[in-house]
Nanobody, 115 residues
């Protein structure tokens, strides 16, 4: 199994920045992908960004140019740098991990952007 621990959420004004971190531990497969999803009240969980263990990245159109995902493979940690935050970015952000045979979610971290 893999355990994920997220940190870095909080309250920020529109135009501000936050950096989320997600540390994975446990039975981590060398070839994997980690990423961030978010869920706003009353809405479905949606993809924000993903990154593979080889560094390939993917972003939702709504965050392109504002968010940057990165990872430290030695520490099994993924980061999400969020700049130019908007009120519509307010949501619970969930880290996820998946490999060829396993998938799990973190507990979520709240991001609130005030106007």
């Amino acid at each position: 199994q893999v355990q994920l621990v997220e940190s870095g959420g909080g309250l920020v004004q529109a135009g501000g920045s936050l950096r989320l971190s997600c540390a994975a531990s446990g039975s981590i497969f060398a070839i994997n992908a980690m990423g961030w999803y978010r869920q706003a009240p009353g809405k479905q969980r949606e993809l924000v960004s993903t990154i593979t263990s080889t560094g390939s990245t993917n972003y939702a159109d709504s965050v392109k140019g504002r968010f940057t995902i990165s990872r430290d493979n030695a520490k099994n940690t993924v980061f999400l740098q969020m700049n130019s935050l908007k009120p519509e970015d307010t949501a619970v952000y969930y880290c996820d991990y998946y490999d060829v045979s396993y998938h799990c979610w973190g507990q979520g971290t709240q991001v609130t952007v005030s106007s």
